[in-house]
Structures are given as C-alpha cells and as structure tokens.
C-alpha cells in the first residue's frame, strides 16, 4: 500500500470536543481503483476533492454504495472497531447487487485498519464519541450508456461524530410512500435509496415528524425500517423486529441488540410486525416502546407515532426500564470497551504507523 502523509496535517487545529457532525474530515483518506476487471495498487493520501466529470457514470446511473461504521477509543486511548467484517460482508452483497466488482477483504481492512491507525488522533473520546468511517465505492468511467461501468474508485473517509438523535423523536408511520420493494434493492446500502427516501422524508418533516417508519409496498400493512435504522417495537415484556429480507438492510447494531436483549433473557420474535397490531397495542395499554437502531445513532427513542389522522403518543420509561436504553448501554460499554466483550465483537486496531514513524 502506498502511503502519502498529509504535509499539512489539520488535527492540532480540530476542536474535539466541539464539533458538528459530518463536515470535517480526518487528514487522510484511503482509496483503490478498478479497471480492466482488477484492483490497482492501494493508496492512503491527504484528505480532498478527486476530479471527476459528469458524464461518470456512478453520477449518472447510480452504480454507487457505501458502509458505516465506527472506530471508539477507551480511556487508554486503545482504539477498536465493532464487527467490521459485517460491514466488509455487507458491502459485498450491495456491489454484488449492484453489478459492482467485490472488494477484496485484504484491500478493506488493511485499508481500513491502517487509515484509522494513521488518523487515531482524531478519534474523540467519551461518552457518545466516535470516528465516523464510510467505505464508498463508485463507478467511474466516464460514458453515457445505461450499462455495467468498467471502472470503479473505491475509498474510505471519516469523520468525527457525536451521539446526535439524542431526544426521543416523533415518527409517521408511511401510508403511501415506501423504501424498498420485493426483488428491489432495499437490503443493499445503494447510494439512490438514500435519495428515494428524502422526498418523503422531507413531507414527513413538514408534517412535524423527525422520521418516516417505512411499510411494505403492498399495502403498508407492515413495518419494514425506520429512517435510516432497523426498528424495534415493545409490546409488555416481548420485543418484535421485521425478519430482513431483499426489502431490509442486515444492520450490524439490529444483530447485536438481539443478541444482547437475548442474553438479557428478554423474549424476541422476528417476523412481522403488523401496523394494525403496534395500533392495537397502543390502544390497549400494551405497548410500550418503539426505537430504531442503527451504527450513527445506536438508539433513536421514538416519544410518538403518527399513523393516519392519530398521533400515539409512547409512555416515558426511565433508562432503567426502557429495553431500548437498557440494550444501548450494553452495547455502547461493549463498543467503548467498557464492559466485557462475550461475544467477540470488538477489533482492536494496532498501533502500527505510529511505532514505525
Ligand atoms: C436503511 C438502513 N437501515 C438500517 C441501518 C442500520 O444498519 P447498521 O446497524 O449496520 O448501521 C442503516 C445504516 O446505518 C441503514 O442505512
């Protein structure tokens, strides 16, 4: 791998502890071009724009998906990424999907492990704090015609995050517009669902809701996802989450919460999770909590539901009875490496370029 190290590096002027999400990047960058069928030489280099023109075809027909992931640092300053080869399998299924070239494991983790080696320094630490990191690949060659593109660019950027979502936020359940259809592309992380969701997402806001819980295509009778999160429904005791299918995306966070809502000996039915039945849950008392999940947020407590013309408003549970904040707790102390890892989900990332430098 080639590593370029930035001559002017911006962290001693980064404030870690104020920061808005999403807009600063870390100093370097990772990226690997495909052509004529194969993987040219990986690169780590300065964070910055790459020139491109519009008739590349990622822009035009969309052959474009990414991951997200996180990097946590403990208070030894000790840095660990959280089941990353879920998103290394994942992003696999979505370029498969998509008639993109796979990502060799070799080439996404040495690249991931040694960028965020590299850039550890901007990693914020405590409560809530990550490094955001997104692989994204995307076709590149530049011709107009609606075919498979012979040219790729994949790379990894990151950026500093905090826990935002943190207030518990209101949610139209969708009775017309959907995310992902039968035989579509919903489980895939493919850039342009990302844009189909925006539209509605944006009436949804007009309308006062953070979020759209998104339904089947059919006839909106069942909860797929929420917002960019897989969603979870309590009703008494026993918590409910749609089954993944071509329509849902296999998220990393939904895995692990079933896993430790599990260990927690708390029930847990995948299958349908029909509208009509959270409804009649709510009107009768039984239902007590709806929460997204999901690697930015880890946890988005859902304060009200809007289906038709009614607004359900959730009971307010404390941490220690919400299962939603209870589960996120245990998740967030196994991520920062502040409880025990049973499960083996923690991947320490080495000090490597450090030592070497
Ligand atoms: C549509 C969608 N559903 C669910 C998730 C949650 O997946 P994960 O827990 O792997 O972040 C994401 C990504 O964060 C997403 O984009």
């Given at each position: 791998m080639i590593i370029q190290k930035s001559a002017n590096p911006r962290i001693s002027n980064f404030d870690l502890e104020n920061f808005s999400f999403g807009n600063t990047f870390i100093d370097h960058m990772f990226i690997c071009e495909y052509e004529d069928g194969k993987w040219g030489e990986p690169k780590i280099m300065p964070y910055g724009p790459i020139g491109f023109s519009p008739a590349m075809m990622g822009v035009n027909y969309g052959q474009a998906c990414f991951e997200g992931m996180k990097a946590y640092k403990d208070e030894n300053d000790d840095v660990f990424l959280f089941r990353p080869e879920k998103n290394f399998s994942r992003i696999n299924k979505s370029t498969s999907r998509l008639a993109m070239p796979e990502i060799p494991k070799d080439i996404f983790m040495e690249g991931l492990k040694t960028l965020i080696d590299l850039d550890r320094d901007w990693i914020p630490k405590g409560e809530g704090m990550s490094l955001y990191i997104r692989p994204v690949i995307f076709a590149t060659e530049e011709?107009?015609?609606?075919r498979i593109s012979n040219k790729y660019m994949f790379a990894i950027v990151a950026t500093p995050a905090k826990s935002y979502y943190a207030e518990p936020v209101s949610v139209k359940i969708s009775d017309h517009y959907s995310r992902a259809a039968n035989g579509?592309?919903?489980?895939?992380?493919?850039a342009g669902n990302y844009a189909a969701s925006f539209y509605p997402t944006k009436l949804a806001n007009e309308e006062g809701f953070e979020q759209v819980i998104w339904t089947d295509?059919?006839?909106?009778e069942y909860f797929e996802e929420s917002g960019t999160m897989n969603v979870f429904v309590r009703i008494n005791d026993t918590i409910y989450t749609p089954k993944t299918s071509d329509k849902i995306l296999d998220g990393v966070t939904r895995d692990s919460f079933i896993k430790l809502a599990e260990k927690r000996g708390i029930e847990v039915v995948i299958g349908d999770v029909r509208v009509k039945d959270v409804v009649e849950a709510f009107d009768n008392g039984t239902l007590k909590e709806v929460w997204g999940v999901g690697t930015a947020v880890v946890t988005s407590v859902f304060k009200s539901l809007g289906y038709q013309d009614r607004l359900l408003t959730l009971p307010v549970l404390s941490d220690e009875e919400s299962f939603a904040l209870s589960l996120k707790k245990d998740l967030t102390d196994i991520q920062t490496n502040k409880a025990e890892d049973p499960f083996g989900w923690r991947f320490k990332v080495e000090r490597k370029i450090l030592e070497k430098a």
């Open positions: 011709v107009l015609k609606a579509g592309v919903g489980f895939a992380k493919a295509d059919i006839a909106h």
